[in-house]
Nanobody, 124 residues
Framework: EEQLVESGGDLVQAGGSLRLSCAAS????????IGWFRQAPGGEREGLSC????????LYTASVKGRFTTSSDSAKNMWYLQMNNLKPSDTAVYYC?????????????????WGQGTHVTVSS
């Protein structure tokens, strides 16, 4: 059974950094894509970045490009979202998601597997 578990959310001051982790298990095939999403209170789920398991493709939404970086430790089936220069507007619940595909996409509807989410709060 496929499973994703996020960790690393915390309270941080504006301008600070956090690294979120996503532990993936149970995926049968090597060719899948990991997406990072967030959902602020009262808001819709927003796609932030994605990375293919081959590591050949990454994609970022404009609001985080240059501040957030997605990476992986394939040997450990761990996926990471490094977040720098955080802003109060980055406050949200952050999710990793996975889908069996060979390319990146930032639409939440396209992902079948989701973690439970981790809270990030950025204070001003």
């Amino acid at each position: 059974e496929e499973q994703l578990v996020e960790s690393g959310g915390d309270l941080v001051q504006a301008g600070g950094s956090l690294r979120l982790s996503c532990a993936a298990s149970g995926f049968i095939f090597d060719n899948y894509t990991i997406g990072w999403f967030r959902q602020a209170p009262g808001g819709e789920r927003e796609g932030l970045s994605c990375i293919t398991s081959s590591l050949r493709e990454t994609l970022y939404t404009a609001s985080v490009k240059g501040r957030f970086t997605t990476s992986s430790d394939s040997a450990k089936n761990m996926w990471y979202l490094q977040m720098n220069n955080l802003k109060p507007s980055d406050t949200a619940v952050y999710y990793c998601a996975a889908d069996y595909r060979l390319y990146c996409i930032l639409s939440a509807d396209e992902y079948d597997y989701w973690g439970q989410g981790t809270h990030v709060t950025v204070s001003s």
